[in-house]
């Protein structure tokens, strides 16, 4: 079975900073590591490898400095990784991302299952899984947690409004995974063995073939206006007295601010 992961490097949530006039994240390699809920995709793409065997390739567009965390997706098992890397495609909005990760798959060319984390944790908009599904003009399942091989289709499992649903998926199709999954976790083997495997591969928008006129910002449908910082307001009030005072007080505080139902 082949299977493509795409992961997403990220900043660390109190990392983050903005260009005030462009509105664009600024990256340094000091503050990023791999989008968290990318674990588990890579997690089941392990699994899936383990009980049907076959190739793992990991996909990531980025900034150069995008490479680490390919070099940690090799530790948790992938055979190939790929970094789509060009200075047009900064500042693309998740269409033109979805389309620039669409052309490198197209490039890769033959799998079985396409998978994804379900969000990130920076711009967590939840849209590139289903925008590359799209895309591709392939079935997608989203907060997958199962999945099972059964002769020319996919069993899928996952939790929805409260019920566990069981679908059934034709390849090639993209699931995004659900935390649920647990993580693999490498051993050190794992990790050595990751400096000796090939290496990664970067590929252009001339090595993608890819239309210029829809990404970056220019191919972007959407774009950042204003970005408004929100401040929270954080107080402790102590209550004094005896247990029946504080008990009276602070039920009168929080019928005064309309907390109580
Ligand atoms: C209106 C708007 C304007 C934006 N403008 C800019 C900008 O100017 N500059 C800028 O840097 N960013 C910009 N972004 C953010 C950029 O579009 C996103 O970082 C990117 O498209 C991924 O979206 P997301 O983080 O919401 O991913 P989600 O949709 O939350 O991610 C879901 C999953 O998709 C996969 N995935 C997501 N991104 C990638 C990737 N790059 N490579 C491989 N897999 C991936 C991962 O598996 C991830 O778990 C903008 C976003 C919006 C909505």
């Avoid at 997706?73 to 200075?87: E, K, W």
């Avoid at 900064?90 to 033109?96: E, F, Y």
């Amino acid at each position: 079975m082949n299977v493509i992961v795409c992961i997403k490097q990220v900043m660390a949530g109190d990392q983050m900073r903005f260009d005030p006039r462009t509105h664009r994240l600024m990256r340094s390699l000091k503050s990023s590591r791999m989008n968290s809920f990318d674990l588990y995709p890579l997690a089941m793409a392990v699994h899936l490898k383990k009980e049907y065997s076959g190739t793992i390739t990991v996909l990531t567009m980025g900034p150069e400095i995008s490479k680490e965390v390919l070099w940690e997706a090799l530790a948790i098992g992938a055979d190939r990784t790929v970094l789509l890397s060009d200075a047009r495609f900064s500042a693309s909005d998740t269409l033109s991302t979805s389309y620039v990760l669409g052309m490198g798959i197209r490039k890769i060319g033959k799998y079985d299952l396409i998978l994804s984390g379900m969000r990130t944790t920076d711009s967590g908009t939840a849209q590139v899984g289903p925008q590359l599904a799209e895309e591709l003009g392939i079935p997608h399942l989203t907060g997958v947690e199962k999945v099972e091989r059964e002769q020319n289709r996919f069993l899928v499992e996952r939790m929805i409004d409260g019920f566990r649903e069981k679908a059934a998926i034709t390849p090639p199709a993209l699931l995004t995974i659900s935390p649920a999954i647990g993580l693999h976790t490498p051993s050190l083997v794992d990790i050595e063995d990751a400096f000796t495997r090939t290496p990664i591969e970067r590929w252009n928008l001339e090595d993608l073939k890819a239309d210029p006129t829809r990404v970056g910002h220019e191919g972007s449908g959407t774009w950042v206006e204003e970005l408004i910082p929100i401040t929270k307001q954080k107080s402790c009030d102590f209550i004094e007295g005896e247990p029946r005072q504080q008990a009276k007080a602070l039920l009168e505080k929080l019928t005064e601010k309309n907390l109580l139902s």
